[in-house]
């Protein structure tokens, strides 16, 4: 349930985020609804990369799972 939470959170914030860009940019240049109808198809298009990335990373697993600390093993000598 969290996972879908996220991801679907993802695709609405990347929505969000170029729809809120346009309307202000049309807002402050007057040139309604040329700036919205791109920034929201550039958001849209954002928080579907975001969610294909979060479902890809959550079938494969991390990208390198060997990145955690490195411990010396004790064969190693200095």
């Known amino acids: 349930m969290a996972r879908a939470m996220r991801i679907s959170a993802e695709l609405i914030g990347g929505v969000l985020v170029g ?3 346009g309307w202000a940019l049309d807002k402050w240049l007057g040139t309604w609804p040329m700036f919205f109808i ?3 198809l550039l958001g849209s298009a954002a928080g ?3 969610v294909v990335r979060s479902a890809m990373k959550e079938k494969t697993g991390p990208s390198n799972p060997n990145a955690g600390p490195s411990v010396r093993d004790d064969d190693e000598s200095n």
């Open 19 to 21: 729809s809120v860009l």
């Open 38 to 40: 791109l920034f929201f």
């Open 48 to 50: 579907m990369l975001n």
